[in-house]
């Protein structure tokens, strides 16, 4: 085997431009380490082969290059979006890599449609209406949808559920909805609702409340007491949401909002998403630097990366805690990415301010909330090597539960921690088959040997610590399947239920030993296990639910002799979901273009097996 030779730094510096560009580092195997931009490329990549002034990671990477590509390019913003682009496609390991790159979701509201519903949308907007968002997630859209059903009565349901109701649904009967399907509101009167959902979204409350509260006094001056009594709660309840949201003057907000805060190593990005004067959601993010930089280098490459290597919206604000060093090439990229004029901003006033400054003290609990966390998480993983006197940290724990209803649809979990806590990227679940139901010895074999099957075929990372939701019998037959694949570095380690079977009261039962421990309440070894065991546990009956409910859907129209692919989609397009069909009775089944009398007959008696 050949050494390798050091990478010659003088000789390719004496090569470099001083042009704009983008650099990529790579190591002795032709792997990318880091991808960068400059405005001056040599003076950039000087700086890395330095004598003195480099922090470690960045010594640490300077060690591992054997090969730099240059690419040069006519400005430092073309040199941005490249270097977005190779971030995006090659993930380096040294820069900082954001997870979340999904489309962020809207509330849809169409424009062609009498009666038009109020929807959560994400992907590309193809239908004619009005689009309000982005907003931070679905968790956020869904309570603004929950609100505006409270507030304005404004259907929600789908068009092929809506177009074959003959009675209204309980939306009406809580008050929720004001039943267009059966005529229950005239067009006018629903499309003032929609105007009045419409300018909420867009941020004019006060314009609303003003309105509703006119409608309100003209209802009491005809003496429709019952309608101004209505009209009155509406208004209360918009004021009581008006007191409850930071509220700017109306239209006159559209921004995102960071705070920033660093310490001991972490970094916290706190998000504001105001769109029509309102705070519709916000979002914490701990990006991983994996070169020591400053607090300005840090943001510069997370909103680059957060704006130009993901789909997401940009709106015409981004304020920030302080001014980047290259907020310029920033401002020019965002704007030629969203074809309209984006501003970075750091010295805002009035409202924009009070964003400004709730951001950052979010930024700043999240962080301390952050280390607080990782501290404890730290103080658990030392307690637990100590329990089981190992010489080495512990940095990668697995632990396997088993769920399922009197041996039905058989789920085993796999929840993977490591020194961070949670990696829930590793986690899987396995579908047990051929085992007798309830038979969960059985079905822990069949769990760990595929799992161990393929770590041992070098598909995965062996964990220092297995952890089994079980006592004697489980860790025994764990110990089997490792003894049979020939895995000896493995510590496994039974969490079973004590004489009491109350949390805290675990016994713990050392595979390799035999011995078996009760803990103190308090140990945080004990903390440690409860969390990935109860994590094991959660995630085995989420999948279980999920399989069952697979089977008992599938059940429901396949099974049915007659009723293949196309009868199926018929009567969801007809029904618009299994339950509509199931609440269905054979007359209006029958109402389906290929539906006969006698198959959906057939059908009601297979939906309601209790009433042959």
Known sequence: MTSEQPFDSKAFLSTISTRPGVYQMYDAQGAILYVGKARNLKNRLSSYFRSQGLGGKTLALVSRIQHIEVTVTHSETEALLLEQNLIKSQKPPYNILLRDDKSYPYIFISDVDAFPAVRFHRGAKRAKGRYFGPFPSGGAVRESLNLLQKLFKIRQCEDSFYKNRSRPCLQYQIKRCT?????????????????????????????????????????????????????????????????????????????????????????????????????????????????????????????????????????????????????????????????????????????????????????LQQLTSHLTSKENIYQRYLGLQELLDLDMPITRMECFDISHSSGEATVASCVVFDENGPLKSDY?????????????????????????????????????????????????????????????EVIVVGVAKGPTRKAGFEVLVHGQTGEEKVLKADSPALHLLQHIRDEAHRFAITGHRARRAKARKRSLLEDIPGVGAKRRRELLKYFGSIKEIENASVEEIAKVSTISRNLAQEIYATLHPDSQ
């Open 428 to 488: 899987r679940t396995f579908n047990i088959e051929d085992i007798t139901g309830g038979d969960d010895y059985a079905a822990m074999q069949q769990a760990l040997e595929r799992r161990y099957t393929r770590l041992k075929k070098g598909e995965g990372k062996l964990p220092d610590v297995l952890i089994i939701d079980g006592g004697k019998g489980q860790v025994s037959q764990a110990m089997q399947v490792l003894e049979m694949l020939q895995i000896s």
């Open 179 to 363: 039943a267009p399907c059966v005529n229950l509101i005239d067009e006018a009167s629903y499309q003032r609702d929609i105007r009045h959902a419409r300018m909420f979204l867009e941020g004019k409350n006060n314009s609303v409340i003003d309105e509703v509260a006119s409608q309100m006094e003209e209802a009491a001056q005809r003496l429709d007491f019952e309608r101004a009594a209505e009209l009155r709660d509406q208004v209360s309840a918009l004021r009581q949401v008006q007191e409850q949201q930071f509220v700017s003057a109306e239209g006159d907000g559209e921004a995102d909002v960071f705070g920033f805060a660093t310490g001991k190593g972490i970094v916290s990005l706190h998000a504001l998403y105001v769109r029509g004067g309102r705070i519709i959601g916000s979002k914490v993010y701990h990006p991983k630097i994996s070169l020591e930089s400053t607090d300005s280098e840090i943001l510069s490459s997370f909103i680059a990366q957060y704006y130009l290597s993901s789909v997401r919206d940009i709106p015409s604000a981004i304020i920030l805690p302080f001014a980047l060093d290259d907020a310029d090439c920033i401002e020019q990229a965002l704007t030629e990415k969203s074809g309209r004029k984006v501003a970075l901003l750091h010295k805002v006033r009035s409202d924009r301010a009070g964003w400004q400054r709730l951001a950052q003290t979010n930024a």
